[in-house]
């Protein structure tokens, strides 16, 4: 299991957040597991700028944002943090949503009515960190020998 310690979860439905931060911490125990909460996304471009995260869990319906449209302004507040794994969460999940989001850069889709929520979140953020863990590794792999100009 990859350490996911910290989770920033952007969402803007209190019941839902406080579901996730109290279920999460449950899931990954003995691990740690602290669950930060943004209700928008310019709260979650300056917590991604004043604290680290392992992994973003992101509701793809904000006030003031619809769809993906926030996705492009997040990475670029990643800055070099651009590889954390990013795990979309919709009660709306549609085909073409889906597909947008991974096209993008999303490692995992979660839908919200997931009869098993926790539990899909738990193995969506083990598998997007170890997509993103890879990826970094293979940059690394490719910088180290020359191949690329990453």
Same mark, same amino acid.
């Given at each position: 299991? #990859? =350490?996911? *310690?910290?989770? %920033?979860?952007?969402?803007?439905?209190?019941?839902? @957040?406080a579901?996730?931060?109290?279920? $999460? /911490?449950?899931l990954?125990?003995?691990?740690?597991?602290?669950?930060?909460?943004?209700?928008?996304?310019?709260?979650?471009?300056?917590?991604?700028?004043?604290?680290?995260?392992?992994?973003?869990?992101?509701?793809?319906? #904000? =006030?003031? *944002?619809?769809? %993906?449209?926030?996705?492009?302004?997040?990475v670029? @507040?990643?800055?070099?943090?651009?590889? $954390? /794994?990013?795990v979309?969460?919709?009660?709306?999940?549609?085909?073409?949503?889906?597909?947008?989001?991974?096209?993008?850069?999303?490692?995992?889709?979660?839908?919200?009515?997931?009869?098993?929520?926790?539990?899909?979140?738990?193995?969506?953020?083990q598998?997007?960190?170890?997509r993103?863990?890879?990826?970094?590794?293979?940059?690394?792999?490719?910088?180290?020998?020359?191949?690329t100009?990453?």
């Amino acid at each position: 299991m #990859l =350490p996911l *310690e910290h989770v %920033l979860l952007i969402d803007d439905d209190p019941d839902f @957040a406080a579901l996730v931060q109290q279920g $999460l /911490p449950r899931l990954f125990a003995p691990q740690p597991c602290e669950v930060v909460v943004a209700s928008t996304l310019a709260l979650a471009r300056h917590s991604l700028t004043s604290a680290p995260c392992d992994v973003i869990l992101l509701d793809l319906r #904000l =006030p003031g *944002e619809q769809g %993906l449209d926030g996705l492009p302004a997040l990475v670029q @507040a990643m800055g070099q943090s651009a590889l $954390l /794994p990013v795990v979309v969460l919709s009660g709306y999940l549609e085909t073409d949503l889906t597909t947008q989001a991974l096209r993008q850069g999303v490692q995992e889709c979660v839908p919200k009515d997931s009869p098993q929520l926790l539990r899909a979140l738990y193995e969506a953020m083990q598998r997007a960190a170890l997509r993103v863990a890879y990826i970094g590794e293979r940059l690394r792999q490719l910088r180290e020998s020359g191949t690329t100009s990453a």
